[in-house]
């Protein structure tokens, strides 16, 4: 009879089980303080009071508070990815419609936790940002997706192929991040903000279109 080959499950010590934890805390923490704080208004120091920890614990996790929101970022739009890699390949229409159906899909997504999203985009700002940090234009993932709905656009024959797509893309990102903009000023809600998108798009789909 054969040994078992297959080595047990590892078992996390006391001390990793302990730093996890703390580290889950902090998160959630975090995420309601940027939630409803914003990124200048939320500290260290409220993270940990609202976590249960100390300072010192906050910061032998996390090197600074745009690494926390980064990471508060990443768990959610992991999932948010996850959705647009799955409808992504199924949308219909013409470039423009197709980023209009990516962009509500985003809306849609965030119009839970508009002030958290606000933080994500105020953090771009912080020229102190440590590199570690990932905040709301730095994420190549959402990049990516707009890039291939582009390059299809310039197979499908309305998109400029001599056009750089990654300057389409930033200016897309502005557009975007523009919007929340009128969730502060003008309280829009999320379908205020989606047509205001779909009217932007509209504008830079013209520029973009071979001539």
């Known amino acids: 009879m054969k040994a078992d080959v297959n080595p047990p499950p590892s078992v996390l010590s006391p001390r990793q089980s302990q730093k996890n934890a703390t580290r889950q805390r902090v998160l959630e923490a975090a995420r309601e303080s940027f939630d409803t704080l914003g990124y200048e208004g939320t500290t260290i120091r409220e993270i940990a009071r609202k976590a249960g920890v100390s300072v010192g614990s906050v910061f032998t996790t996390f090197a600074s508070k745009g690494e926390i929101l980064s990471q508060v970022m990443q768990d959610r739009l992991d999932r948010l990815y996850g959705e647009l890699d799955r409808v992504a390949p199924h949308l219909r229409g013409s470039t423009a419609d197709r980023l209009r159906s990516m962009f509500a899909i985003h809306f849609a997504f965030e119009a839970p936790h ?72 003008e309280a829009a809600d999320v379908d205020a903000r989606t047509a205001i998108m779909d009217r932007q798009i509209g504008l830079i789909c013209e520029g973009f279109r071979p001539r």
């Open 114 to 185: 508009v002030r958290l999203f606000l933080a994500h985009v105020a953090a771009a700002y912080d020229w102190t940002l440590p590199k570690t940090a990932v905040p709301y234009g730095r994420t190549p993932r959402l990049q990516e997706i707009m890039r291939e709905c582009l390059a299809k656009g310039v197979e499908e024959g309305d998109v400029d192929p001599g056009l750089n797509l990654q300057e389409i893309v930033d200016l897309l990102l502005a557009a975007y991040a523009w919007t929340y903009h009128f969730a502060i000023t």
